[in-house]
């Protein structure tokens, strides 16, 4: 399991490598478009592990947590990067607001997927990836509690 799970949280890196040789670029807006698509809620095997999956990892063995934390921890670095590039230039905002964005992403494609209501689910999509992207968000200093 501990396998798959980190294999499947690999898909950002994967998708900046292959932009990096000359793939589609990965841009923090890309990322919440795709993240936030019908597709990835409508296919919860393919996608995300830690949307799908957070209990049982929750409750899975040290070996399989530590490999998803580091995970985990990658993928928020590569947000606060994503967002270092285009507005922060503090770092500690920079991965404050990669942390609202990772827990954003996870916690709205797990609210969206529950709700029976296509057009609510939609509506959450559309409205968390709204929130995300608004340049105010982006631009404002948030500070770490860490």
């Known amino acids: 399991m501990a396998e798959a799970v980190v294999s499947a949280l690999e898909v950002w890196k994967r998708q ?8 589609p670029p990965v841009t923090y807006e890309s990322l919440v478009d795709d993240y936030l698509s019908q597709a990835h809620r409508n296919h919860p095997g393919t996608g995300c ?7 049982d990892i929750a ?3 040290k070996r399989t947590r530590a490999l998803v ?6 993928n928020i670095e590569l947000v606060a990067t994503l967002i ?10 920079a991965r404050s607001k990669a942390m609202l964005t990772y827990c954003g992403l996870v ?3 797990g609210v969206a997927r529950a709700v029976s209501d296509e ?3 939609s509506e959450i999509l559309k409205t968390v990836a709204q929130f995300l992207k608004d340049p105010l968000l982006k631009a404002a200093s948030v500070t770490s509690p860490c």
């Open 107 to 109: 916690g709205a494609i």
């Open 69 to 74: 934390t580091r995970q985990i921890r990658d």
């Open 84 to 93: 270092r590039d285009t507005n922060a230039k503090d770092r500690s905002a």
């Open 59 to 61: 409750r899975s063995d």
């Open 16 to 23: 900046v490598d292959a932009a990096a040789s000359g793939g």
């Open 119 to 121: 057009r609510l689910s």
């Open 49 to 55: 592990p830690v949307s799908a999956l957070a209990g």
